[in-house]
């Protein structure tokens, strides 16, 4: 940060003149009056410190870029305003390869653990996914002592109100104090906090989560620079006393052990240290319900925002699925000094009346004590149409977003938007090519490509359901897949790259193993034992697998593979099991690859190409695809119109 001397209202002014002749300021005066004043000078300047901007800020930081970080707060930077969780289904896929890609949440989330667990153990490998309870104050707290602690990076509180641009790029930002921040980058990632309002049953108030002030002042300023701006919900449950839950009544979810950790820089998952408890509504709670809808703002006209049709309020599940009799809830600690409880399942903006009744008829809770109640909250956020896949503004050069403000939900989609944002703007001020990863290559590429190519009308949230490639994609090959990726950066840190070559090491060791015959007379032992039929000459441990027997079988009875870690044999164990179906996958992509590798012109002119429909051309100009591959994904877009791109193409060369 540049420092005033003696004569400090003389330097501010001719500061403010000179920067005033290269990007604009809020004022528009040259006089002794004006109230603007250089803060600092910056690469990148990101804007918010949830889970988007720590990794954003944490990204471009580590790359060398010089970085400011501009919260409302710094009581909530990495805030967990929901559920104080981290993964699960397809989220967990999100964390591993953030991590995988040199990313915090990961880390973070191993060291503040408080339970761990893989999610869908029983269903195929595509699907399972890591998740784990947090200490919520502890995750803000050591995210906070990083951010800190982290070499060119810069954190001020303050409210941005106008991203500054100048011959349609960014320049800087300029706070509500009159402060200005210079950039040659910034990086919007404002959560839910834009024209916050949460809403109760009756009662309306301009505010942030759990609290905490909203931002007013930028909406404004981004519909002047050419954001679509839209309204979305959220909403969050109410926090319990735990010693007023029976949890005698309630079914009990411990943790797991032999699970592997969120980061692979830690050979050792979490200790658990807490336990989770389930219950259920009931049909008196769903009488409490409807009786009251018409106090309900979501079914009394107070909300019309879109809400996350995946985690509905409580209210809404009981409408939508009024055939069920009762509805599962999830009762989690908190934090390891606290006594609040979470009670994931049942978010709820009824009035504080009906929430007592509400929970109160819930097994278990007969007679708890409501530390917070729930609520609702509005938010603004912007088209995701609107922005590139590197998730730049296409209005906008060096403009970034990233998060709940591209209209996603929850702490793991914000983060992989943050530190994809975070790489990109500063790979463009390093002169580096774009940093885009394709569906094929991680779930960041998906949910990315979703946002940009098809938009979304809710708040998206991440499935294993939206990859076409889900085998190709499970959590546990995300070093394999990305880490190579950020070999030339920074990012790959020399801890990271002894642990990543170890791994990839004893991985390709254990394929061999794998894939070499097994002893004639021990296979046929094997055989008999396991119940495996059909002659066992020349059959390799591959090929036992691929029969259905288990890794942990051959290990004991062939005596092999000692002193290899658990996860490490079970991703080689997975690869051999389903090689035939990664192999059609593999071809699948190599297939698609070729539409991908099909640039089209930034300047293509779609009205003017004979034989595009109507809907395809107005939906082409409204996204403006940079690859054939990305034209077929967008709704309205047919595989007919994509010929015709392709006779363009070609016509055109």
């Known amino acids: 940060m540049r420092k005033l001397g003696a004569t400090a209202k003389s330097v501010v002014f001719a500061v403010a003149i000179n920067y005033q002749e290269n990007c604009p300021i809020s004022s528009g005066n040259n006089n002794l009056e004006m109230k603007t004043f250089v ?163 009756e009662h309306r108030q301009k505010s942030g989560p759990a609290g905490f002030a909203p931002a007013t002042e930028l909406t404004q300023n981004l519909i002047e620079l050419g954001f679509n701006i839209r309204r979305f919900k959220t909403g969050t449950p109410a926090r319990l006393d735990g010693r007023t839950v029976d949890y005698s009544l309630c079914q009990r979810q411990s943790g797991e052990d032999g699970v592997p950790a969120f980061s692979f820089l830690h050979d050792t998952p979490p200790e658990n240290l807490r336990e989770c408890f389930i219950t259920y509504t009931n049909l008196s709670t769903h009488e409490v319900i409807l009786s009251n809808l018409d106090r309900s703002p979501l079914y009394n006209g107070d909300i019309t925002s879109a809400g996350p049709r995946y985690c509905p309020s409580i209210e809404t599940k009981v409408v939508r699925f009024s055939d069920k009799e009762r509805h599962q809830i999830f009762l989690e600690p908190e934090g390891a000094d606290t006594n609040e409880v979470y009670v994931q399942g049942m978010s709820s903006s009824m009035p504080h009346d009906i929430q007592k009744k509400m929970y109160r008829s819930v097994k278990g809770l007969e007679n708890c004590e409501i530390m917070r109640y729930a609520y609702a909250i509005e938010y603004d956020c912007i088209e995701t149409l609107d922005i590139y896949p590197t998730l730049e503004f296409k209005k906008v050069g060096g403009l970034y977003t990233a998060g709940q403000i591209n209209g996603t939900s929850g702490y793991e989609e914000a983060g992989a938007q943050g530190l994809i944002a975070g790489i990109n703007a500063s790979f463009k001020i390093l002169k580096k090519p774009p940093f885009i990863l394709g569906r094929d290559e991680a779930y960041i590429g998906v949910l990315i490509d979703d946002l940009v190519t098809k938009g979304t009308e809710e708040p998206y949230r991440m499935m294993t359901s939206r990859a076409e490639y889900a085998l190709n994609l499970r959590q546990d090959t995300a070093d394999f897949r990305l880490t190579p990726k950020i070999a030339d950066t920074p990012l790959f840190t020399p801890e990271r790259r002894e642990k990543f070559e170890k791994r990839t090491k004893n991985y390709k060791e254990i394929l061999d193993i794998l ?139």
């Open 39 to 201: 803060e600092g000078k910056f690469d990148i300047v990101v804007v918010g410190a949830g889970h988007a901007g720590c990794e954003a800020a944490l990204a471009s930081a580590r790359l060398g870029l010089n970085t400011a970080m501009l919260t409302l707060n710094l009581d909530s930077i990495a805030f967990m305003a929901c559920n104080p969780s981290i993964g699960g289904t397809a989220k967990g896929h999100l964390v591993r390869e953030i991590d995988a890609l040199g990313g915090e949440m990961g880390v973070n989330a191993d060291k503040t653990a408080l339970q761990i667990r893989m999610l869908n153990e029983g269903k195929g490998e595509a699907v399972q996914s890591l998740r784990c309870q947090c200490d919520k104050n502890a995750y803000h707290k050591e995210m906070k002592r990083t951010l800190e602690n982290t070499r060119n990076l810069h954190i001020l509180q303050g409210e941005c109100k106008k991203v500054l641009v100048t011959g349609g790029k960014v320049c800087g930002v300029e706070t509500t104090y009159g402060g200005v921040l210079e950039a040659d980058a910034v990086i919007l990632a404002t959560g839910v906090y834009l024209n916050a309002e949460t809403v109760t049953g």
């Open 515 to 653: 894939n070499s015959r097994a002893e004639y007379n021990l296979a046929v032992e094997f055989g008999e034992k396991y119940g495996l039929t059909g002659n066992m000459h020349g059959q390799s441990y591959a090929d036992l697998i691929r029969r259905g027997a288990k890794a942990e079988d051959i290990i004991k009875h062939f005596k092999i593979l000692d002193g290899y870690k658990a996860d490490e044999i079970k991703t080689a164990e997975t690869t051999v099991k389903y090689e035939g179906y990664l192999s059609k996958s593999k071809a699948q992509i190599e297939k698609a690859k070729k539409l991908e590798e099909k640039t089209l012109p930034e300047d293509i002119d779609y009205d003017k190409i004979q034989g595009l429909r109507l809907e395809a051309r107005e939906k082409l100009k409204r996204v403006r695809p940079m690859t054939l591959g990305q034209a077929g994904r967008i709704s309205g877009v047919n595989p007919a119109d994509v010929t015709v791109l392709m006779v363009y193409l070609a016509m055109n060369k």
